[in-house]
T-cell receptor, first 109, second 116 residues
Framework: SQKIEQNSEALNIQEGKTATLTCNYTNYSPAYLQWYRQDPGRGPVFLLLIRENEKEKRKERLKVTFDTTLKQSLFHITASQPADSATYLCALNNNDMRFGAGTRLTVKP | EAGVAQSPRYKIIEKRQSVAFWCNPISGHATLYWYQQILGQGPKLLIQFQNNGVVDDSQLPKDRFSAERLKGVDSTLKIQPAKLEDSAVYLC??????????????FGSGTRLTVV
């Protein structure tokens, strides 16, 4: 069956460190993958897209990698800040977008 | 650019009652989606519209859920009768559609439904 797994339910890190979130998938062949941020009581907000033929994409302090052999994407936030605390969702296209359950990131001052 | 508008923000109903949610997407966005997000899970697609036509409703429980987008703009999602397991946040999203995913989906803040 098709699955999208995000590494852990929660990740706690110290301010200034790099947060690394993992998204693994099985039985999908997505043409692209997206990452979203979701704050409590709000809808997800689109952050980045990476295509199957791209290895890495950057946007300010964010970096995403996509390994179609490993069927894995890594999402990095460098120089993390308490304001980065949120749930981060990965989503794969499968005609429509299918979302993982998310990883709740807490950045402690 | 105004965001995706949804109402109401919260709704509490008893099981077997009916409920309706409304969504107004971003102006010009041809594609509209309804997602269900149960606490602790990622959003699950219920239905996708392209203009006023249904593209995908394979995961919509059609015995109790219905949705329409009559004029290709705003949309309503209805549940009748509601069950306890329908308690969730119902998210509406829109996108420019077509083959360009670069802008992602724009989501509304959702309607939190509690069925008691």
């Amino acid at each position: 069956s098709q699955k999208i797994e995000q590494n852990s339910e929660a990740l706690n890190i110290q301010e200034g460190k790099t947060a690394t979130l993992t998204c693994n998938y099985t039985n999908y062949s997505p043409a692209y993958l997206q990452w979203y941020r979701q704050d409590p009581g709000r809808g997800p907000v689109f952050l980045l897209l990476i295509r199957e033929n791209e290895k890495e994409k950057r946007k300010e302090r964010l970096k995403v990698t996509f390994d179609t052999t490993l069927k894995q994407s890594l999402f990095h936030i460098t120089a993390s800040q308490p304001a980065d605390s949120a749930t981060y969702l990965c989503a794969l296209n499968n005609n429509d977008m299918r979302f993982g359950a998310g990883t709740r990131l807490t950045v402690k001052p | 650019e105004a965001g995706v508008a949804q109402s109401p923000r919260y709704k509490i109903i008893e099981k077997r009652q009916s409920v309706a949610f409304w969504c107004n997407p971003i102006s010009g966005h041809a594609t509209l989606y309804w997602y269900q997000q149960i606490l602790g899970q990622g959003p699950k697609l219920l239905i996708q519209f392209q203009n006023n036509g249904v593209v995908d409703d394979s995961q919509l429980p059609k015995d109790r859920f219905s949705a329409e987008r009559l004029k290709g703009v705003d949309s309503t999602l209805k549940i009748q009768p509601a069950k306890l397991e329908d308690s969730a946040v119902y998210l509406c999203a829109s996108s420019r559609g077509g083959a360009d995913p670069n802008y992602g989906y724009t989501f509304g803040s959702g309607t939190r439904l509690t069925v008691v």
